[in-house]
């Protein structure tokens, strides 16, 4: 038989693309599935909660006022002080946290990257005067940055939501900037200089898209924090406010009658500590699997 029908009967190998590497990397990682797998369930129930069936969670039952979990009674976690579910309660503060966490981080996403992306792929003066208002926005000290758009935003959902999010991108924009010096310089970003492609088309169609691992690794760190962050100003009483609740709500509201009712803030702080290491593992994962050097 000759070579050309040897390689004819051969069967063709298909490589695997990185991401699908990466899948099968994360898939393998117990830990990072583990914690996808609880996030999951976390969110699923949060977001379902309306059509689960529950109580409402404004409705107030005056012969169950700070009562510890009672199954046969249907309040897996107790009530609060004023006679509300605190499990329902729990679900749907969960949904402020983690619309706070998801919408706060892609505002960050969105402003870090292509800050980054610019600064990085220019270079030059505009690079300097760029990351120079990264650096003076670093001195100003997080928490009382926060604190004071909430402030001037009046305490409004959706604007505290922008609030965080416009305070977090910076780390995200010298992560992008990095990872745009390494690679601004190849031979394809050389070759689309050479065949006319605009600078902004180089930066949203070729800088970006090489940026991604790093990127999406650094959103799942940030998530936990938006939410940390969330849950401080609305212990602070800066927040979600009345009738609404977050995990941070209601940890504020359990830590005032904790000699009492200890279930009021032990179950929100437990449910809000699983979610943030459900987080944590995903991004340890995520991280492991895009790893370049680990391939």
Not at 14 to 37: C, I, P, Q, T
Not at 41 to 67: H, K
Not at 261 to 278: I, K, R, Y
Not at 280 to 292: E, H
């Amino acid at each position: 038989m000759t070579d050309l029908a040897i390689l004819a009967v051969q069967p063709e190998v298909k490589g695997r693309s990185l991401w699908a590497d990466a899948r099968r990397r994360f898939m393998h990682n117990k830990a990072a599935v583990a914690g996808l797998a609880i996030l999951i369930l976390v969110t699923l129930l949060c977001f379902g909660a309306p059509y689960l069936g529950l109580r409402d969670q404004d409705e107030i039952n005056w012969d169950m006022i700070s009562v510890g979990p009672n199954w046969a009674e249907g309040y897996y976690f107790g009530t609060d002080q004023n006679g509300r579910d605190l499990f329902v309660r729990t679900l749907y503060g969960g949904q402020v946290s983690l619309i706070v966490g998801m919408v706060a981080t892609l505002v960050s996403l969105v402003i870090g990257t292509l800050w980054g992306a610019t600064a990085g792929f220019i270079g030059g003066r505009t690079d300097n005067v760029m990351m120079r208002i990264v650096d003076i926005l670093y001195s100003i000290p997080f928490i009382f940055f926060v604190i004071l758009l909430t402030v001037v935003f009046n305490k409004s959902m959706v604007l505290i939501y922008l609030a965080i999010g416009a305070v977090s991108w910076l780390d995200m924009a010298r992560i992008v900037r990095g990872q745009t010096i390494s690679i601004r310089r190849k031979e394809f970003i050389e070759a689309a200089h050479a065949s006319g492609v605009s600078n902004w088309r180089i930066i949203t169609r070729h800088i970006i898209p090489n940026c991604l691992g790093p990127v999406v690794v650094y959103m799942t760190l940030t998530v936990p924090a938006v939410i940390l962050t969330e849950s401080f100003l609305s212990y602070l009483g800066m927040g979600v406010q009345e009738p609404n609740s977050s995990w941070g709500t209601l940890i504020s509201e359990g830590a005032k009658s904790m000699d009492i009712a200890p279930w009021a803030v032990v179950f929100p702080s437990a449910v809000m500590v699983v979610t943030l290491l459900a987080l944590n593992f995903v991004g340890d994962g995520l991280r492991d699997a895009l790893d370049p050097k680990d391939r």
